[in-house]
């Protein structure tokens, strides 16, 4: 089996090539990225190739068609900078790439996992179910959204290949440190008080958000890959919860007693309450959450440490 994983070098696309590597020793794994947020540090002990390039490039795809043939495409590559206002940059890259990579899975027979988000369903009425509240508040969510909207009209037009998209909720786990500020807030509060210094986040910690360990997140696409199905899914927990009770976690998982610093939310756009439903996933993909936030922290602080 010949597998391309774009954005390869990033947080979930490096987590998801070694767990690939670890359950398929002899496939051959290629890593397509261009280093935007990625980093070769989370690919030491990679023991596949990387080709350096950028997803937007039709001559890139038509040097791969030329060149290559795969089995499997595992998506990940995007503007994950969920801040970053520029339409056009984000649209070309997330959403119309999409269209380079369908187009040549079609051409290699392959299969394609691609990576949506939570983002698309925006400040709508959890639990947020695949088909309906789609509407998302900023351009990083729209773009995931109409990646949504070009995988279903590959998957009507083009049955022959199988196509999963996988909605992301909030992400977190080993090899996220190079996204910056970006970073998960679970990333960010334990650095900040494994330094010695109070947790700040905005007022006044209710926020809930369905987090998800970035394990059960590699375990969802493994198991896209071996199912005989195409669709969109939920990969979440199922429960949403507050930044608040991930500083009590933090706290007691670390032996300390920081107080929160409270502060006012610069955004106007921000998700106040995502939780997801995840029957669907579980009953196509046979998805089961193996970490609550719980375990996911403590099995996480480890790395961190
Ligand atoms: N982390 C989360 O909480 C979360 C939630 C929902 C969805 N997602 C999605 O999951 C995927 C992976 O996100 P991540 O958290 O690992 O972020 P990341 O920023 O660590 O990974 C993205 C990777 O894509 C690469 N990349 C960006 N633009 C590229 C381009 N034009 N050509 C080639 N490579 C490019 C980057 O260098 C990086 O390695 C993304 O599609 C993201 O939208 C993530």
């Given at each position: 089996m010949r597998i391309l994983v774009t954005g390869g070098a990033g947080f979930i696309g490096s987590n998801l090539a070694f767990a690939l590597q670890d359950t398929y020793p002899s496939a051959e794994i290629f890593?397509?990225?261009?280093?935007?947020?990625?980093?070769?540090?989370?690919?030491?002990?990679?023991?596949?190739?990387?080709?350096?390039?950028d997803i937007t490039s039709e001559e890139l795809w038509?040097?791969?068609?030329?060149?290559?043939?795969?089995?499997?495409?595992?998506?990940?590559?995007?503007?994950?900078?969920?801040?970053?206002?520029?339409?056009?940059v984000m649209m070309k890259t997330n959403a119309d790439s999409?269209?380079?990579?369908?187009?040549?899975?079609?051409?290699?027979g392959a299969k394609v996992i691609y990576a949506s988000s939570a983002g698309v369903y925006g400040n709508t009425e959890p639990p947020m179910k695949e088909e309906?509240?789609?509407?998302?508040?900023?351009?990083?969510?729209?773009?995931?959204?109409?990646?949504?909207?070009?995988?279903l009209y590959y998957m009507k037009n083009h049955p022959e290949i199988q196509i999963v998209g996988l909605r992301y909720f909030n992400v977190y786990g080993p090899r996220e440190s190079y996204k910056g500020k970006s970073a998960s807030m679970i990333y960010q509060l334990a650095v900040k008080m494994m330094h010695g210094q109070k947790p700040r986040i905005f007022k006044w910690g209710e926020q809930r958000r369905d987090f998800v360990y970035?394990?059960?997140?590699?375990?969802?696409?493994?198991?896209?890959?071996?199912?005989?199905?195409?669709?969109?899914?939920?990969?979440?927990?199922?429960?949403?919860?507050?930044?608040?009770?991930i500083i009590e976690i933090l706290n007691r998982?670390?032996?300390?007693?920081?107080?929160?610093?409270?502060?006012?939310?610069?955004?106007?756009?921000?998700?106040?309450?995502?939780?997801?439903?995840?029957s669907k996933a579980k009953e196509l993909l046979g998805y089961r959450p193996q970490f609550s936030l719980e375990e996911g922290i403590r099995d996480y602080l480890r790395f961190i440490k």
């Amino acid at each position: 089996m010949r597998i391309l994983v774009t954005g390869g070098a990033g947080f979930i696309g490096s987590n998801l090539a070694f767990a690939l590597q670890d359950t398929y020793p002899s496939a051959e794994i290629f890593i397509l990225d261009n280093f935007s947020s990625g980093h070769f540090k989370n690919l030491i002990g990679f023991r596949g190739e990387v080709i350096t390039g950028d997803i937007t490039s039709e001559e890139l795809w038509d040097y791969l068609k030329a060149h290559f043939s795969f089995d499997a495409v595992f998506h990940q590559a995007a503007i994950t900078d969920t801040t970053v206002t520029d339409q056009w940059v984000m649209m070309k890259t997330n959403a119309d790439s999409l269209r380079h990579i369908l187009d040549s899975a079609l051409e290699w027979g392959a299969k394609v996992i691609y990576a949506s988000s939570a983002g698309v369903y925006g400040n709508t009425e959890p639990p947020m179910k695949e088909e309906s509240g789609l509407e998302p508040e900023n351009i990083y969510g729209f773009s995931k959204l109409m990646m949504d909207r070009i995988a279903l009209y590959y998957m009507k037009n083009h049955p022959e290949i199988q196509i999963v998209g996988l909605r992301y909720f909030n992400v977190y786990g080993p090899r996220e440190s190079y996204k910056g500020k970006s970073a998960s807030m679970i990333y960010q509060l334990a650095v900040k008080m494994m330094h010695g210094q109070k947790p700040r986040i905005f007022k006044w910690g209710e926020q809930r958000r369905d987090f998800v360990y970035v394990k059960d997140v590699v375990q969802a696409n493994l198991l896209a890959l071996e199912k005989n199905v195409s669709g969109i899914f939920n990969i979440a927990t199922g429960e949403a919860r507050s930044f608040n009770e991930i500083i009590e976690i933090l706290n007691r998982e670390l032996g300390t007693n920081f107080e929160t610093e409270y502060f006012d939310c610069p955004y106007d756009f921000y998700q106040e309450f995502t939780k997801a439903d995840i029957s669907k996933a579980k009953e196509l993909l046979g998805y089961r959450p193996q970490f609550s936030l719980e375990e996911g922290i403590r099995d996480y602080l480890r790395f961190i440490k």
